[in-house]
């Protein structure tokens, strides 16, 4: 393994650090109480990753079995007991615990502990994942053919 060619080709480096506030608001709320944190999106990241810090509430909630096709996905607890499916059996994870699942690798999540649970996501590279954390609240809403094409744009296939 060696470096990657570089992405930036000046000599003096340049001043463009981001920085977000611990206590920065979560960008989306979803009607069950869970809060998404966008920390880095792919374009604040010039598509290299996104990592977003989700939050859930003591209710049962998270994906089933799932992949993608174009994007890696990397799981970080930071509270609680979150349940991470592995592609063979649901991993009881708690804080410090990571899982990183490859592009097409099948995983899922939840919260079934009854206590609030928190935990990193990060994607590589960045794609719009704002756009699905978003549509999913209106994804009830949708007939079968646009949730479908919903999960489709989005690189979600379902098991």
Not at 70 to 94: A, K, Q
Not at 100 to 109: L, N, S
Request: glycine share 14%; hydrophobic share 30%.
């Amino acid at each position: 393994m060696t470096y990657p060619d570089p992405i930036y080709h000046g000599d003096q480096g340049e001043k463009s650090a981001l920085h977000r506030p611990a206590g920065h608001a979560p960008e989306l709320v979803y009607p069950n109480g869970n809060e998404v944190h966008y920390i880095a999106t792919g374009a604040s990241t010039r598509g290299l990753f996104g990592l977003y810090r989700w939050v859930m509430g003591p209710t049962p909630s998270g994906p089933g079995p799932h992949f993608h096709k174009t994007i890696t996905e990397s799981f970080y607890v930071l509270r609680g007991t979150i349940r991470i499916f592995n592609g063979d059996e649901w991993l009881e994870t708690e804080p410090g615990d990571w899982v990183h699942v490859p592009a097409g690798g099948i995983h899922g999540f939840r919260n079934e502990s009854g206590e609030p649970a928190e935990m990193l996501l990060h994607f590589s590279p960045g794609a719009p994942r704002e756009g699905y954390f978003e549509g999913l609240v209106e994804s009830g809403d949708m007939t079968d053919e646009e949730r479908a094409a919903f999960y489709l744009r989005h690189d979600n296939y379902w098991l």
